[in-house]
Every structure is written in C-alpha cells, then in structure tokens.
C-alpha cells in the first residue's frame, strides 16, 4: 500500500498550486480520501475530503472558496487545487485514505507560501 504526494513547493501569496496524491496497492476507487495538513506548531487538521465516487466533498471552513478537491479513480489519485494562497497556508499537506476501519497515510508534500 502507498500513497505519494506531489506537487507542493514554493509559491508567492495569491497563488496557486495543484497537489496529487497516487496511490497503489489497495481499491483506490473505494475508499473515501481526505486531504490533511500540518503547520509549523500546529496539530493536523483537515482540509477537505471527497467520497468514493467524487460526488460529494467537505471543506474545513477556512479553506471553502479557494481549495477544490477532486479525484480520478482511472487514475488513483487524488487531487488538491490551492488558490488565492496565503502564507498561513504553509504546511505539510497529507493525504488519507479510509475505507471502514482501514487507513492509510502518505508522508506528506511542503507547500511554503512566502514572498
């Protein structure tokens, strides 16, 4: 089982960034998947999450309006567009997979936001 993030780096405030997240070795296509995030000091938190099937997503209130969560089950991953960044959006952005009481993480991608 593995899940690898990708995509994050350094970006300007105000822009933008799109993560992904592929994973193999389990029914990628079942499983509910959650983007998580970690800030220097601060406990994880959820960023969003989007259902098996890609119709229905959740947002942390913060993140409502400038992030979008999709999937593409062809593909198994799972992906994070960041818009209208802003420096307290720097983290270690991780994403889950849950199906039941089956979980799996991957180790996470650094999205700095700083000027």
């Known amino acids: 089982v593995q899940l690898v993030e990708s995509g994050g780096g350094l970006v300007q405030p105000g822009g933008s960034l799109r993560l992904s997240c592929t994973a193999s070795?389990?029914?990628?296509?079942?499983?509910?998947m959650s983007w998580y995030r970690r800030a220097p000091g601060k406990e994880r938190e959820l960023v969003a999450s989007?259902?098996?099937?890609?119709?229905?997503?959740h947002y942390a209130e913060s993140m409502k309006g400038r992030f979008t969560i999709s999937r593409d089950n062809a593909k198994n991953t799972v992906y994070l567009q960041m818009n209208s960044l802003k420096p307290e959006d720097t983290a270690v952005y991780y994403c889950?997979?849950?199906?039941?009481?089956?979980?799996?993480w991957g180790k996470g991608t650094l999205v700095t936001v700083s000027s």
């Open positions: 889950k997979a849950v199906l039941n009481r089956l979980e799996y």
């Open positions: 070795g389990f029914a990628f296509s079942s499983y509910v």
């Open positions: 989007i259902s098996s099937t890609g119709g229905a997503t």
